[in-house]
């Protein structure tokens, strides 16, 4: 037996013959149960980082472990290769976004196959690719159709170097995540597609979640953001005009004394006081240059202006002036904010800074504020004052009576709120998918027919250095026919955001090559939901709620049988170095390449799996890596001592004892132990612990004389070995089985089951105490009673000692654990 571990030889061999034989498709139907494993696919940037490698390892376990327990697994993998990036290397190298992604695209996969990953590569889909857009661009049609997709005039993140909008969440302290450029706001037409509708069933449905982690679906939740309330009409003074509000505070009414307009407010410039006009506008456009996150941030400075008009309270009559404040939107709510400053602290410092009156109408229980003396704002509970037929009435119970009271006077009503907005989809970049929609003078808006899709990409455009979407000026691309008149026509030149493209694409997975439709529907109702899905925390909010909204949608046009589409998370740690998350700036990256190529894919893999659990960050250490090589060494060194020895071995005696009775009982407790960590924990390092126990243990075995040897309990001990340990290090466990004799692959063997009879332990130590502290250990049966125990720890001779002279108090047993002696 070769007894040097090669593992460049080895993990070369296995990849070339799994490829070969296909080891790792699944068929789309057969009698074994499902199991859908799937790890969030990657942006195609042309290297791996470990994030990547932790992530996709995590996932392998499962799907081996899964496929040996004889479930059919669907493992797949694909690209999210639609994005900026892409469109950036055209401008900056000249390269075409479609020839950088594919080059990209051959080298991960390459490395993915290198770390011997088990996907089914008979599935892989790239999202820019027109076969899958086309589906893409069809469901945006079904969307359409539902009147769920629409296009509206509204303002929004403008990064003038990218030329493209932004989401909220792509602008970090006012700038472009991306580029840092300073954020504008600006108003465009764009599309959305209306997720506000599903808001209630994305709330309610989180309960159903219970495989996620309770982090993420806090967030989620807090995203979302349900408020019940009431929305109040105020009459403007000497005017027609009304201003509606919407607030979660209606116990408040009477404390109202300014209202605020969001700055692009429609009613501004109706309302606004003549000579007062200028000095208005320029409050405006200075709070369009404004992002949205430093609007609302509650660090940022809140300035208003007074428009020199005025409402009323329409419970009291107080005549109330009305000012416009860079922290109010008119896309939240309802772009207008009544100020309440004694109950509300930013309304408090708002009404401070320009000298606004401030009235007390909550007051706590058992005190009196004045308004006078107050430095900050009362927000707890208390009851009415000031507030008319509610004086004295608990706050909690006056927001249902003023709100009876405003729907009896038609003056207000109940309302429920959601901080969910619509999700704006249209991006001004030519690598996206396009929005399948065409514009004619004589029809108006027109989709694009089913038939005629996909709308694809043309290739021969030109990236400019001002980043504008080159679509713009293509020609070919914008002229077209209307395909109702047939008449002249142009096309959008909006593609979708990304988001869109992986908000749908495990269930192409199902049906990866369907030319007819995007997925079967008969197969997806197989397949569904993903039984395990994991990737990063950062995709807490947006991807995993935008595939949830998809989810609903597409249950509710019959095209799937769930409304969930992902039935358990696991979202995994970062991958530090040196306390800090690995990035190029901070010069602590590790390459995964440099690691594969100086330890091979199964120390990489074991390293990265044994360092911490998988839902906590990991630190890198070159002395765990050098850990795992060593221990994956032994592993070899150990099987090839002995494989010779027990090759025809047979089936291992219940009837053994001693030094056989104990290496099957270390045997079969590692098995109950991996099994219980992969399946109900996943707990991988403490696995891996387990397996490196029993290694020791064998070793042990292995160097009693040959002649107390048993072959049948060497051989039952080595080959669960190596089925445990195939998950986590596929390729020398592949080797390792062959060298043992056999001819099918490891990765198609049953996983080990455990017997309980041989789990059980025959002797056991106990610790023994005297008033609390350890003062010696003795071994005993694994059966003894609690009388028995007592007995023989009394009976100790270091024990005996100690309470010799003093009074036995009491003896407390804990049966198989301690005996505490408790002496005066």
């Given at each position: 037996m070769?007894e ?9 061999k296995w990849?070339k013959?799994w490829?070969?034989a296909?080891l790792?498709?699944?068929?789309d139907?057969?009698n074994r149960?499902k ?10 940037s ?14 392998d376990?499962?799907?081996r472990f ?20 892409a ?5 900056k190298h ?16 390459s490395?993915l ?8 590569w008979?599935r ?13 661009q069809?469901?945006?049609?079904q969307?359409y159709?539902?009147g769920?997709?629409y296009?509206r005039?509204?303002?929004v ?10 989401a909220?969440?792509?602008?970090v ?5 991306r ?9 465009l037409?764009?599309?959305?597609l209306r997720?506000?509708?599903?808001a209630?069933?994305?709330?309610q449905?989180?309960d ?9 679906r ?9 408020s ?8 403007v003074?000497?005017?027609?005009e ?11 009414l009477?404390?109202v ?13 109706k309302?606004?006081?003549p000579?007062l ?9 200075k709070?369009r240059?404004?992002s ?19 409402c009323t309270?329409p419970?009291?009559g ?9 922290y ?17 602290q930013?309304d408090f ?7 606004l009156?401030?009235?007390v ?5 058992g005190?009196?504020?004045?308004s006078?003396a107050m430095t900050?704002a009362?927000?707890?509970p208390?009851?009415?004052d000031?507030?008319?037929?509610f ?6 119970e ?7 009271t ?8 109940h309302?429920?709120t959601f901080?969910?907005r ?5 991006r ?5 998918a396009?929005?399948?929609?065409i514009?004619?003078d004589?029809?108006g ?22 980043g504008?979407?080159p679509?713009v000026e ?5 002229q ?5 008149c047939?008449?002249?026509?142009r096309?959008e ?11 749908w694409y495990?269930?192409?997975?199902i ?11 008969e197969l ?18 947006l991807h995993?709620l ?5 989810t609903?949608?597409l249950?509710d046009?019959?095209?799937i049988?769930?409304?969930e589409?992902?039935?358990n ?8 170095k ?9 010069g602590?990256?590790?390459?995964p390449?440099?690691i594969?190529a100086?330890?091979?894919?199964d ?15 990991l ?13 994956l060494q032994?592993v ?8 010779d020895?027990?090759k ?17 009982r270390?045997t079969h ?12 924990r996943?707990?991988?390092?403490t ?17 009693l ?10 051989r ?13 290090a596929?390729?020398?466990t592949e080797e390792?089985?062959e060298?043992t004799?056999?001819t ?6 049953p ?8 789990v059980v332990e ?7 105490q ?6 010696d250990?003795?071994v005993?049966?694994?059966?003894i ?16 000692q100690?309470?010799e ?5 009491k003896v407390i ?12």
């Amino acid at each position: 037996m070769e007894e040097r571990y090669h593992f460049n030889r080895i993990e070369e061999k296995w990849r070339k013959a799994w490829d070969v034989a296909d080891l790792y498709a699944v068929p789309d139907k057969s009698n074994r149960p499902k199991y859908y494993c799937l790890e969030m696919f990657p942006y195609p940037s042309g290297k791996l980082h470990m994030g990547h490698v932790r992530n996709y390892a995590i996932g392998d376990v499962v799907a081996r472990f899964k496929t040996m327990q004889g479930y059919d697994v669907l493992h797949p993998m694909g690209w999210d290769a639609f994005g900026l990036p892409a469109e950036n290397a055209a401008i900056k190298h000249g390269i075409h976004p479609a020839k950088w992604t594919q080059e990209n695209i051959d080298a991960m996969r390459s490395q993915l196959k290198q770390m011997g990953i088990s996907y089914d590569w008979n599935r892989e889909v790239a999202t820019c690719h027109p076969g899958y857009y086309r589906w893409t661009q069809w469901l945006f049609l079904q969307f359409y159709k539902q009147g769920l997709a629409y296009k509206r005039k509204a303002p929004v993140n403008w990064c003038p170097s990218c030329a493209t909008v932004l989401a909220n969440e792509q602008v970090v302290q006012g700038a472009c995540e991306r580029c840092k450029t300073t954020v504008e706001r600006r108003e465009l037409e764009q599309w959305n597609l209306r997720i506000t509708k599903y808001a209630d069933k994305l709330l309610q449905d989180l309960d159903k979640l219970s495989g996620w982690p309770e982090k993420v679906r806090i967030m989620q939740k807090n995203w979302i953001g349900r408020s019940e309330g009431a929305e109040i009409t105020f009459p403007v003074v000497d005017s027609d005009e009304k201003i509606t509000v919407f607030t979660t505070r209606p116990d408040t009414l009477f404390g109202v004394t300014y209202m605020v307009l969001a700055p692009e407010h429609p009613l501004v410039k109706k309302l606004t006081a003549p000579d007062l006009r200028e000095a208005v506008e320029q409050f405006v456009q200075k709070a369009r240059r404004m992002s949205e996150i430093d609007r609302t941030s509650g660090e940022g400075e809140k300035e208003g202006l007074f428009i020199g008009t005025y409402c009323t309270n329409p419970l009291n009559g107080d005549k109330i002036p009305i000012y416009i404040a860079n922290y109010v939107l008119l896309e939240y709510g309802t772009g207008c904010v009544m100020g309440v400053p004694a109950h509300d602290q930013r309304d408090f410092e708002f009404a401070t800074k320009y000298r606004l009156p401030i009235k007390v109408v909550i007051q706590p229980e058992g005190e009196k504020l004045d308004s006078a003396a107050m430095t900050e704002a009362y927000t707890g509970p208390g009851v009415l004052d000031n507030s008319g037929p509610f004086n004295g009435m608990p706050n909690d119970e006056a927001i249902g009576a003023v709100t009876r009271t405003l729907e009896e006077q038609g003056i207000g009503r109940h309302r429920v709120t959601f901080r969910l907005r619509d999700w704006l989809i249209s991006r001004q970049r030519y690598w996206g998918a396009p929005i399948p929609i065409i514009y004619c003078d004589r029809c108006g808006t027109v989709p694009v027919p089913e038939e005629d899709l996909p709308v694809t990409l043309p290739f021969d455009v030109d990236f400019k250095p001002t980043g504008q979407s080159p679509l713009v000026e293509c020609k070919e691309f914008v002229q077209t026919t209307c395909p109702s008149c047939g008449g002249e026509a142009r096309r959008e030149t909006d593609t979708m955001d990304t988001f869109i493209d992986s908000s749908w694409y495990y269930l192409r997975y199902i049906s990866p090559r369907n030319e007819e439709k995007p997925w079967d529907v008969e197969l997806a109702g197989q397949w569904m939901p993903v039984d395990q899905y994991i990737g990063g925390v950062e995709h807490a909010i947006l991807h995993l709620l935008y595939s949830r909204f998809f989810t609903k949608f597409l249950y509710d046009i019959n095209l799937i049988n769930v409304d969930e589409p992902f039935q358990n998370l696991l979202t995994q740690g970062m991958v530090l170095k040196d306390g800090a998350k690995m990035s190029k700036s901070k010069g602590n990256v590790v390459s995964p390449e440099d690691i594969l190529a100086e330890y091979g894919a199964d120390t990489t893999r074991l390293f990265i799996l044994f360092a911490a659990p998988p839902e906590r960050d990991l630190e890198w250490s070159d002395q765990g890596v050098e850990g795992a090589y060593r221990f994956l060494q032994r592993v070899w060194r150990l099987v090839a001592s002995v494989a010779d020895e027990f090759k025809d071995a047979p089936e291992p005696s219940d009837k053994v004892v001693g030094a056989h009775r104990a290496m099957r009982r270390v045997t079969h407790q590692t098995i109950q132990k991996v099994t219980e960590d992969i399946e109900k924990r996943f707990q991988f390092n403490t696995a891996i612990s387990a397996i490196m126990e029993l290694v020791n243990a064998l070793y042990q075995y292995r160097d009693l004389p040959q002649v107390d040897r048993d072959p049948a309990v060497l051989r039952e001990a080595v080959e669960k070995l190596l089925l445990l340990l195939a998950p986590f290090a596929p390729f020398i466990t592949e080797e390792l089985w062959e060298m043992t004799g056999h001819t099918t692959s490891i990765h198609r063997q049953p996983w080990p089951e455990y017997d309980p009879a041989q789990v059980v332990e025959e002797e056991i130590t106990i610790v023994v105490q005297v008033n609390g502290k350890v003062r010696d250990r003795m071994v005993v049966p694994a059966d003894i009673g609690r009388k028995q125990m007592e007995e023989k720890a009394l009976g100790l001779e270091k024990i005996k000692q100690l309470v010799e002279g003093k009074k036995v108090i009491k003896v407390i047993t804990v049966p198989k654990k301690l005996v505490n002696v408790v002496v005066k």
